[in-house]
């Protein structure tokens, strides 16, 4: 079982950047990959970067593409996401998420962190 617990959210005007981290507790946090998501009113969630166990590899949304970066410190349990740039339509609520076996549903979710972008 693992505990992820996000924070860093908050309201920020459309240009600025936020960082969110997810801290995670339980098993073996470098055993999972590590993914964030969002959702936004009356909206599906939806995908947003994930990162491999080691940090080797990275992936994002075209949304987000050269806005936000992913990243983790295994030695703290923590996985990050730098958002810069930000625009009201990246106001959403913000999830990250651990998953056992690469290309499965991610199998822990947080209890989300709200992100407000104002114009």
Not at 8 to 30: D, K, N
Not at 84 to 94: C, R
Not at 104 to 119: A, I, L
């Amino acid at each position: 079982q693992v505990q992820l617990v996000e924070s860093g959210g908050g309201l920020v005007q459309a240009g600025g950047s936020l960082r969110l981290s997810c801290a995670a507790s339980g098993r073996i946090f470098r055993g999972y990959s590590m993914g964030w998501f969002r959702q936004a009113p009356g909206k599906e969630r939806e995908f947003v970067s994930a990162i491999t166990r080691s940090g080797g590899s990275t992936y994002a949304s075209d949304s987000v593409k050269g806005r936000f970066t992913i990243s983790r410190d295994n030695a703290k349990n923590t996985v990050y996401l730098q958002m810069n740039s930000l625009k009201p339509e990246d106001t959403a609520i913000y999830y990250c998420a651990a998953q056992v076996q690469y290309g499965r549903p991610y199998d822990y979710w947080g209890q989300g962190t709200q992100v407000t972008v104002s114009s």
